[in-house]
């Protein structure tokens, strides 16, 4: 069974593709994401273009790994680069808590310190 991808359909992918890889370059050029935020973000624009301009590839690709249907590879890459991306995430906010946590309690021991600084030089 040979998988065909219309021409369209491949100028849809192309279009798509280039649109959103263009607005990430255009985001980390103002510096707005991470390089390696990049490279994921537009993994998720690539990878459907590898699904529609190489659809030969991908059908062997799918029945070399036991996967009946290629696009369940497709969905199933996509899930993949998603969760990588959820679980940076969740790594970037949890270090950012305990660097706020920190800061907090250093600005508690600062001020509790000048508290006390200001209280003996009133009594003396």
């Known amino acids: 069974m040979i998988v065909e991808v219309n021409q369209s359909t491949q100028l849809f992918i192309a279009f798509f593709s280039l649109i959103v890889i263009l607005f990430f370059l255009w985001e980390l050029a103002m510096l707005k994401i991470e390089l390696s935020d990049f490279l994921f973000l537009s993994s998720l624009s690539i990878l459907p273009s590898i699904f529609g301009f190489f659809p030969i590839f991908t059908k062997n690709m799918a029945s070399f790994l036991g996967i009946e249907f290629p696009f369940l590879l497709l969905f199933g890459s996509l899930v993949l680069i998603l969760f990588m991306v959820v679980y940076r995430l969740i790594k970037k906010i949890r270090n ?11 600005q508690s021991i600062n001020k509790f310190t000048m508290e006390k ?8």
Do not use: G, P, S
């Open 96 to 106: 950012l808590e305990k660097e706020l946590k920190t800061m907090l309690m250093d």
């Open 117 to 124: 600084k200001l209280k003996n030089r009133k009594v003396n």
